[in-house]
């Protein structure tokens, strides 16, 4: 049996919760600080951001396998996670990761199998094996729905509409000014419109202006925010999606945008 080597570099600069940095992990830079609710700059990713990711990453492919294993129906998965910082600031622990699925293209009869299965992945994913004894490590709700929008449909909705936005003076300089990863980015929101789109429960509004409001420490105005809106009804235009998934979309980020608008 072999020894398997992983290698990160980083750099920073700047002192405790001032401080800024850059990590390359694989092929991929990404800048991180402390987040600003612990009192950081909040540019870019966090330390706290990556470990959630990193179990999130694993956990995601160890859920597909797992289902494809047990001939449950899916299309694809779609994770949300919550990593939980408790005492902070005094004796500050993290103490929770909570991952909560969705399986897209499933059958909502047998939610009960599916939620084995997000059981047993819990306990194969490579990486929370390595967390487990320090961090409680949970699944919590596991959502089933039929796919209204394929993801391949979605993906190209969302490159269409960065194509627009970057076009745009005012966003291309900010996504310049702040550094901002575009792919990362995207990849972001096309797993944020796959839940909107294909997920059909009735907190998705109050969990995603949840994150919104966590993952954007700015506001805009509110003729920024009709662009912004503008430009990704024309993109849905473009793609001719169907009303009756056109509008609840339109609905829904107009929702969002409102949390990130001057008032």
Not at 52 to 69: E, F, I, Q, R, W
Not at 223 to 233: G, P, Q, T
Not at 236 to 242: C, F, H, L, Q
């Amino acid at each position: 049996m072999a020894d398997l080597t992983f290698a990160s570099e980083a750099t920073w600069s700047g002192t405790g919760k001032k401080g800024e940095g850059k990590i390359t992990i694989g092929q991929e830079t990404v800048s991180y600080s402390v987040p600003v609710s612990m009192g950081g700059k909040g540019m870019g990713s966090s330390p706290e951001d990556m470990l959630v990711g990193a179990v999130t990453a694993c956990y995601s492919g160890t859920l597909y396998s797992t289902l494809v294993k047990k001939e449950l129906p899916v299309q694809h998965v779609t994770l949300r996670a919550e990593g939980i910082v408790t005492d902070y600031p005094e004796q500050m622990k993290f103490s929770r990761l909570i991952v909560h699925p969705t399986i897209v293209g499933g059958e909502k009869s047998q939610l009960s199998e599916y939620e084995q299965a997000a059981i047993t992945a819990r306990d194969k994913c490579f990486i929370g094996k390595t967390i487990a004894g320090n961090v409680a490590y949970e699944v919590g709700k596991v959502r089933v729905t039929n796919a209204l929008l394929e993801q391949e449909k979605i993906d190209e909705l969302v490159e269409r509409f960065y194509n627009y936005l970057t076009k745009e003076s005012y966003f291309s300089s900010m996504f310049t000014k702040r550094n901002v990863d575009i792919n990362r980015l995207k990849n972001r929101q096309k797993i944020f419109i796959s839940r909107i789109v294909n997920n059909d429960t009735p907190d998705v509004d109050q969990d995603s202006a949840k994150q919104v409001e966590q993952r954007h420490q700015f506001h805009t105005t509110p003729e920024r925010a009709k662009v912004w809106l503008d430009l990704l009804e024309k993109a849905v235009d473009d793609m001719e999606i169907p009303l009756e998934i056109k509008e609840p979309l339109m609905d829904k980020m107009n929702f969002m945008m409102d949390k990130i608008v001057k008032k």
